[in-house]
T-cell receptor, first 113, second 115 residues
Framework: DQQVKQNSPSLSVQEGRISILNCDYTNSMFDYFLWYKKYPAEGPTFLISISSIKDKNEDGRFTVFLNKSAKHLSLHIVPSQPGDSAVYFC????????????FGTGTRLLVSP | DAMVIQNPRYQVTQFGKPVTLSCSQTLNHNVMYWYQQKSSQAPKLLFH???????NEADTPDNFQSRRPNTSFCFLDIRSPGLGDAAMYLC??????????????FGPGTRLTVT
């Protein structure tokens, strides 16, 4: 049972344009959401997070939006750069005891010059 | 630089032959995790250590064991690898397990092949 879903395995965007990566979740107990970025031959690195008490969090070119009623979050990258080409994982946790991260399957972003 | 190191990066083992994967960290974090990631799938938590306390996920097979002899090192032992255990194994650390400091730092992973 996949509790965190990234339905788009891949996304191609031109440099300078906006990249929008989507993530859906099914567990209403999730209250903290994170995005990780992974380059080939490297481990995932933390990118940005959002608590369920917020609907938006911004860090430079990266913004995460959370729609709790729809159980949906999205990562916006503006403007996209070729160096953003990587696999992006959405992850979620719930504030009950140990906060286990549940990951999505990832979306491969390719930003072309 | 403070980091999470995994050795080896690539490991080939024979069916049924025990194998040990290694993880070390210079971050002095309290929590260490082991994830299994199969091709095109999400990383899946196998177990974690909070200091010396071992916490196994309910669906982690008994074939997988772990040791944490000190703060810096954590090992993943696969007692009798099967073909289905071929995967990328990711080690991660975090300062603790609360939401306020929940960023996990990942190593580069060990890709395990079972022949």
């Amino acid at each position: 049972d996949q509790q965190v879903k990234q339905n788009s395995p891949s996304l191609s965007v031109q440099e300078g344009r906006i990249s929008i990566l989507n993530c859906d979740y099914t567990n209403s107990m999730f209250d903290y959401f994170l995005w990780y970025k992974k380059y080939p031959a490297e481990g995932p690195t933390f990118l940005i997070s959002i608590s369920s008490i917020k609907d938006k969090n911004e860090d430079g070119r990266f913004t995460v939006f959370l729609n709790k009623s729809a159980k949906h979050l999205s990562l916006h990258i503006v403007p996209s750069q070729p160096g953003d080409s990587a696999v992006y994982f959405c992850a979620a946790s719930s504030n009950t005891g140990f906060q286990k991260l549940v990951f999505g399957t990832g979306t491969r972003l390719l930003v072309s010059p | 630089d403070a980091m999470v190191i995994q050795n080896p990066r690539y490991q080939v083992t024979q069916f049924g032959k025990p194998v040990t994967l290694s993880c070390s960290q210079t971050l002095n974090h309290n929590v260490m995790y082991w994830y299994q990631q199969k091709s095109s799938q999400a990383p899946k938590l196998l177990f974690h250590y909070y200091d010396k306390d071992f916490n196994n996920e309910a669906d982690t097979p008994d074939n997988f064991q772990s040791r944490r002899p000190n703060t810096s090192f954590c090992f993943l032992d696969i007692r009798s690898p099967g073909l289905g255990d071929a995967a990328m194994y990711l080690c991660a650390t975090s300062r603790d397990a609360s939401a306020l400091s929940y960023e996990q730092y990942f190593g580069p992973g060990t890709r395990l092949t079972v022949t």
